[in-house]
């Protein structure tokens, strides 16, 4: 299983947009979302630009978490998890955040496959822990720090790659 893993949007629609087509075409299976889509407007763009599941968590720049809760709420295919989700995809047990460390502490627990995390806003794939975790910060679609990217993660080989906008 392929999942395509998108973070820190920042309500920058236009590279949302671009990211969309790209995770499209890729064919991944489903979208893992690392938090800081900031406003709801975002999340609303997320669930209408991609049709499989959506698996979401807040960052620390999420407003309005009521109304983002709401529009999940809307979506079938949108679970807005909190602040951790804790999900199996493609029948690897994974965790999903938006701090950089928690990630880490999550992945080097040893209870997951793999965890995906964001907030740096620069990518970043390792195996830590002792299973070895692979552990996948996306980067950023917004594009403050470079070049907008998110990753696509092959869930059956562990691996990731880095995807440029």
């Known amino acids: 299983m392929k999942v395509a893993v998108l973070s820190d949007t920042h309500d920058h629609l236009d590279q949302l947009t671009r990211a969309l087509a790209a995770v499209r ?15 709801p407007f975002t999340l609303a763009a997320l669930a209408e630009g991609y049709a499989g599941p959506i698996h ?11 109304m983002l809760l709401t529009i999940a709420g809307q979506q079938p295919h949108v679970h807005l998890h909190g602040e951790i989700g804790r999900v199996e995809l493609g029948g ?35 195996h830590v822990g002792p299973r070895p975790t692979l552990l996948v ?12 990217s998110w990753a696509l993660v092959d869930l059956a080989k562990l691996t990731a790659e880095q995807q440029y906008l």
């Open 25 to 39: 075409d890729s064919g991944a299976e489903a979208l893992v979302f690392c938090g800081d889509f900031c406003a």
């Open 56 to 66: 979401a968590v807040f960052g620390n720049n999420d407003g309005d978490r009521i």
């Open 92 to 126: 690897r047990q994974a965790a999903i955040v938006h701090y950089t460390d928690l990630g880490h502490d999550l992945a080097t627990s040893g209870s997951y496959d793999v965890v995906f995390c964001g907030h740096t806003h620069v990518y970043e794939t390792a």
């Open 137 to 148: 910060n996306p980067g950023e679609v917004m594009g403050r720090l470079g070049r907008p």
